[in-house]
């Protein structure tokens, strides 16, 4: 039982790594766009922009032993993937200034 879903991070060299989420699958695009408000001024420093994405997911919950992780693959995921490509500066083929007005619906995958 759970909510699993991942954003992947796509970085500028091609790497990817995956940021698991047990509870919150259903509410990683909103999470994502909230990070990308956030964290506007980053958007050309991919290294801080994941670790934003990353601490808008475990904001209240960073003490906890479980219910978030960090692979560099796809982890038991329930939802379509959300995936940040930092070098286009898209989610999901959605320039960031779009998809924080707008982000996408969970038929629009």
């Known amino acids: 039982m759970g909510d699993r879903g991942n954003i992947v991070f796509k970085y500028t060299d091609g790497n990817k790594i995956y940021f698991y989420s047990h509870w919150g ?24 922009l994941a670790r934003i994405v990353f601490c808008e997911m475990v904001k209240d919950d960073i003490e906890d032993l479980t ?23 898209t989610v999901n083929g959605i320039p960031f200034e779009d998809y924080i007005k707008n982000p996408i619906k969970e038929d629009e995958y």
Do not use: C, F, M
Not at 67 to 89: F, R, S, W
């Open 25 to 48: 699958g259903s509410d990683l695009k909103e999470t994502l766009r909230q990070a990308l408000i956030r964290g506007k001024e980053r958007w050309e420093d991919e290294s801080y």
């Open 67 to 89: 219910g978030y992780g960090i692979a560099p693959y796809e982890v038991d995921n329930e939802h379509p993937l959300v995936t940040v490509d930092t070098k286009l500066q």
